[in-house]
């Protein structure tokens, strides 16, 4: 198309309202318009459509990508695989070294072993946590109170390599497996013997007691937060009151003197008038 | 003085890596726009500019400058954005991002634009996201490129790897199958059309 435009040239419509078309093709078009409403409307509207796409915009992202390797591009294929670095992320467990992880999974196993002998010996629910004696700190010396000590024993002796070697791991391993087979043990020797099953029970009320304080004390910790935050929300209410109701003050007296200075100009308008009907 | 992309790119090759950190920071977001308007997630986004990088920076002793190294970084993330919608066996689903809050992005925009406004604008953004939707990915990736990229279409040709008369056809389709969708969703009146 050069001289003339034939409607239903799509594609050179497209072309003239991206402004990427050949100059005769673009007079020919101008011309064309002018008689042709239907062709108009049409470029018309697919402009207005084009201004709404304006609006879509990709969420804010924090990106920040960049290159943690300093070898040339040709050399990267003996690098890690993640050569160009992400922006880190809170929650990223990778920020945390291997041995506080090996740590922390070790010690949430082993409370979860305590908290299964616990169960295993308890008599009955209610009975239990109804008559748990409190106030018996724990001292560390009952068979159950090792398992946690001796877990995080293990994890100085990874700490002075920084990370968890295999050996570790194994070492780890077998401490937890001996530990779970005490435990094991222990569980049967006081479902036999009512000596072995008071020093479980006292244990059991130990851990209780503590679970107890820890409820407590996080209780206590949110409502001392609840009750700054209410304290904070008042303050704040209370302030925006006062602004509020002094930009109404301030409003009102505005409108009463406009008003006032209204009814006296009035007032002397009205006096105005009627001293003037009596002179004549 | 602003070093420019050829720069950037030879000094890279030499194994440079800020260099490659500058043309980073230039492009990454183009790039994850790109990536978000094509495949509509926005961590999934994020992946493809990681991934689009990494590559580019594999590729780069490859990379003879015989197209700008935007145009080659469009390719590459185009093609990323290609594979991961092969992955996923089915139209890509355009959500709105989480926690978007219109209140709070008010605060963040100040007084310069009015809760009103702002609201007004998400919702506009969520309409054209969801015509966006019906768009086959050919068509869908050529209006991204024009319009939020500003290319030629001689440009999105060599991209799509098709004729230049097609790319003007998929404009034109994919830009008559969204005017029906706005004005369905009352999107077209008027005083609605002005550039926010």
């Known amino acids: ?280 | 003085m602003t070093s420019t992309d050829e720069e950037l790119v030879a000094r890279s090759k030499g194994g440079d890596a800020d260099s490659f950190n500058q043309l980073i920071l230039r492009w990454e977001r183009p790039i994850y726009a790109l990536a978000y308007r094509v495949i509509g997630r926005e961590e999934d986004a994020r992946d493809v500019c990681q991934e689009t990088f990494l590559r580019a920076f594999r590729a780069l002793p490859g990379f003879k400058g015989e197209a700008k190294f935007s145009s080659w970084v469009y390719r590459i993330a185009l093609n990323l954005c290609r594979d991961w919608m092969r992955r996923q066996r089915r139209a890509p689903t355009m959500q709105m991002p989480e926690g978007v809050d219109p209140i709070e992005m008010a605060g963040e925009h100040g007084p310069v634009e009015s809760i009103e406004t702002l609201v007004e604008r998400r919702e506009l953004s969520g309409v054209v996201e969801e015509a966006m939707k019906l768009l086959p990915e050919e068509q869908r990736t050529a209006i991204i490129l024009k319009e939020y990229h500003g290319m030629t279409f001689q440009e999105i040709a060599d991209l799509q790897g098709c004729p230049l008369s097609t790319v003007k056809t998929r404009l034109y389709q994919g830009l008559s199958v969204l005017r029906r969708h706005l004005e369905k969703n009352g999107r077209m009146a008027p005083q609605l059309v002005k550039r926010v």
């Open chain 1, 1 to 280: 198309m050069t001289e003339t435009f034939q409607c239903g040239d799509n594609a050179a419509l497209v072309g003239y309202m991206y402004g990427e078309c050949e100059p005769a093709e673009r007079r020919a078009m101008d011309q064309h318009l002018l008689v042709c409403p239907a062709c108009a409307a049409e470029i018309e509207a697919l402009g207005a459509t084009r201004i709404q796409l304006a609006a879509w915009t990709p969420p804010e992202a924090q990106l920040g990508f960049r290159m943690v390797s300093d070898s040339a591009p040709s050399d990267i294929r003996r690098l890690a695989p993640s050569v160009v670095e992400r922006p880190p992320r809170w929650w990223a467990l990778s920020a945390i070294p291997a041995w506080a992880q090996a740590a922390a999974a070790a010690a949430i196993f082993a409370a979860g072993l305590s908290l299964g002998v616990w169960r295993g010996t308890a008599p009955a629910g209610p009975a239990l946590t109804g008559t748990a004696p409190t106030g018996t700190a724990p001292t560390g010396t009952t068979a159950a109170g090792t398992v946690p000590a001796a877990t995080v024993a293990a994890a100085p002796a990874t700490t002075s390599a920084n990370v968890a070697s295999a050996s570790d791991l194994t070492a780890l391993e077998q401490r937890l497996r001996s530990e779970m087979a005490s435990e094991l043990a222990l569980l049967r020797t006081s479902a036999a013997s009512p000596a072995a099953s008071q020093t479980a029970s006292a244990t059991e009320a130990q851990i209780m007691s503590r679970v107890r304080a820890l409820i407590d004390e996080s209780e206590q910790r949110q409502q001392r937060v609840l009750a700054l935050r209410t304290a904070q929300v008042v303050r704040d209410f209370d302030s925006q009151r006062r602004v509020d109701l002094q930009n109404v003050r301030s409003i009102v007296g505005q409108m009463e003197g406009t008003t006032g200075a209204e009814i006296a100009r009035q007032q002397q308008t009205l006096q105005y008038l009627m001293r003037v009907s009596q002179e004549k």
